[in-house]
């Protein structure tokens, strides 16, 4: 019962995380180029940030070690292919 409401909360999490990220991502395109076009920016690079982290915490099993430099890998490809 308590793997079910793990996945569950893993589940919600990752979309969570990805719809706050599609809506960041839809309104910036939105906005004119400027201060305010690179902060929704910004901040759609933030949650894909943790959204990199929570999918590696969660595809380990193992949520009390953190590999750093797998981490950033994982994240500058992100950023690479976003």
């Not at 990220?21 to 180029?33: G, N, Q, V, W, Y």
């Not at 933030?46 to 750093?68: C, K, N, P």
């Amino acid at each position: 019962q308590k793997t079910a409401l793990l996945h569950e909360v893993d589940h919600r999490v990752k979309n969570n995380l990805q719809v706050i990220s599609s809506l960041m991502l839809l309104k910036a395109r939105r906005t004119p180029e400027g201060e305010a076009r690179d902060a929704l920016q910004a901040m759609a690079d933030r949650i894909g940030a943790l959204s990199t982290a929570h999918r590696m915490l969660y595809s380990e099993g193992d949520v009390s070690r953190f590999d750093f430099q797998e981490f950033t890998t994982d994240l500058i490809a992100d950023l690479a292919a976003g």
